[in-house]
């Protein structure tokens, strides 16, 4: 058998997986050792070349990035860091108009320097943001919307679980991907901010009747800035400190969830069965994530033995259209992926294919990852299986229906589209913090 029809079957097998339900690291795992039995018409010899990838795969310090990150956002969440935050916001911006949706919007923003997971953003600011919201008169639609669309801000605004993984699938630092990330987050959030604007101007409707809070004393908003200041100072803390050069990435993590760990003890949020819970929690997810990670390496592997990306890359890049239509087409590949695979599936299914395409086509890998995160987290909000979406339905149980988050959260996929339009044309909203750092 041809070894590109083999890997051509190879990638149907996966989807077929996917679709009934295999785990996704699994199905990478076995498609990876069939694929290479097909090419090279020898079981022994192809499961021993794979018999050393799995250790290979996750033997490097780099991925030590990965749990600390993790433990740092799910600490965060155990201290009630998201709860000053939104209270902070809401004493310096509640009685703007739309302003509980900039509030939960901002929140979202500075949140995500800390978790750095939209799923965790959504789950928090269901519980924080939305019943403040309704007690205000803010529609249910909107409120949902806001917190599910806002979501997305936790994958690009850094440290961001995405950039991290798409790092190491790339070969590329993720100390740049994050400061990368920081142009199109701050870009993102005004972008949403003005919408909400517009829309408490133009179409009020939408927004529900809003009552306007009583005036807050500057005593409480300078005490609400107090109770805040542990969380702002500790995302300070790891992206001054990564910025800085005074430590890496992993170095940021170890130090970020440290700082984190005594956050909580400091509110007194933390006790034996909540670090069991947490530690547990932390564990399960950074074994997904490297199960994922480890057959990604193997069907990559098993990809290039096939010779499948040198060929689809010159087929690709010598097609007679403009290489930003290429870009596009990855990016919706990406977003349609998005409505029924999870943030890593995608990246370990999509990459190994699309980034020597972006590579011959002379693109830079940061901006092309930044573009990534973005399209990656148009899916959380898009039918039929928004992730995010979900989340906020379980958290306020039958209060709105699915579909009403799925229209709450529309504006907020057409900001992230119309922000994804922009960073594709200006590179250097990407590539300029990186560039002087």
């Known amino acids: 058998m041809s070894p590109i029809i083999a890997a051509i079957i190879m990638i149907a097998l996966v989807i077929l997986f996917v679709f009934f339900g295999v785990h996704i690291g699994i199905s990478l795992f076995v498609c990876s050792v069939l694929g290479l039995w097909l090419i090279m018409g020898d079981f022994p010899t192809a499961a021993g070349i794979l018999a050393e990838g799995p250790f290979y ?193 992993t170095e940021a993590g170890a130090v970020g969830c440290m700082g984190a760990l005594i956050i909580t003890a400091l509110k ?46 010159k087929s690709i890049t010598s097609l007679p259209v403009h290489p930003l239509l290429i870009i596009a087409g990855m990016l919706i590949v990406i977003m349609l992926m998005g409505t029924f695979l999870d943030v890593v599936s995608m990246l370990v299914i999509a990459m190994p294919i699309f980034l020597p395409i972006v590579q011959d086509l002379g693109f830079s890998f940061i901006w092309f990852g930044v573009l990534v995160a973005l399209a990656i987290e148009t899916g959380l909000v898009t039918p039929p299986f928004g992730m995010a979406v979900f989340v906020v339905k379980g958290a306020v149980g039958d209060l709105v229906s699915v579909e009403d988050i799925y229209r709450g959260s529309f504006p907020f996929l057409l900001v992230m589209i119309i922000t994804m339009v922009i960073l594709m044309f200006v590179p250097s909203l990407s590539t300029w913090l990186p560039g002087i750092m």
Not at 134 to 163: D, H, N, Q
Not at 280 to 285: E, N, S, V
Not at 294 to 301: D, K, P, S, T, V
């Open 268 to 313: 007194r949020n933390l006790s034996i069965k909540a670090l069991h819970a947490t530690l547990m929690d932390a564990g399960a997810t950074t074994a997904s994530v490297f199960l994922l990670f480890i057959g990604a390496q193997l069907f990559g592997r098993m990809l290039s033995v096939s010779g499948i990306i040198v060929a689809l890359s």
């Open 57 to 249: 795969a996750v033997f490097d310090y780099g991925l030590a990035v990965i749990p600390l990150f993790v433990l740092m956002g799910l600490f965060a969440n155990l201290s009630g860091a998201s709860s000053d935050l939104y209270q902070a916001g809401f004493a310096w911006f509640g009685r703007l108009r739309g302003g509980l949706g900039i509030v939960t919007v901002v929140s979202n923003a500075i949140f995500a320097a800390v978790t750095g997971v939209s799923i965790a953003s959504a789950a928090v600011f269901s519980k924080v943001a939305i019943p403040q919201m309704l007690r205000y008169g803010y529609g249910e639609k909107f409120s949902v919307g806001c917190v599910a669309g806002s979501s997305a801000l936790g994958m690009l605004i850094p440290p961001s679980l995405i950039f991290i993984v798409f790092g190491l699938l790339a070969n590329e630092s993720i100390g740049s991907l994050f400061i990368a990330g920081v142009i199109p987050g701050i870009l993102l959030t005004v972008n949403y901010a003005v919408m909400i604007l517009l829309l408490a101007w133009l179409r009020p409707k939408l927004l529900g009747n809003p009552i306007i809070p009583k005036k807050m004393e500057w005593r409480d908003r300078f005490k609400s800035l107090y109770q805040a200041a542990s969380v702002l100072g500790l995302a300070a803390l790891v992206l001054g400190g990564m910025y800085g050069g005074i430590f890496t990435p």
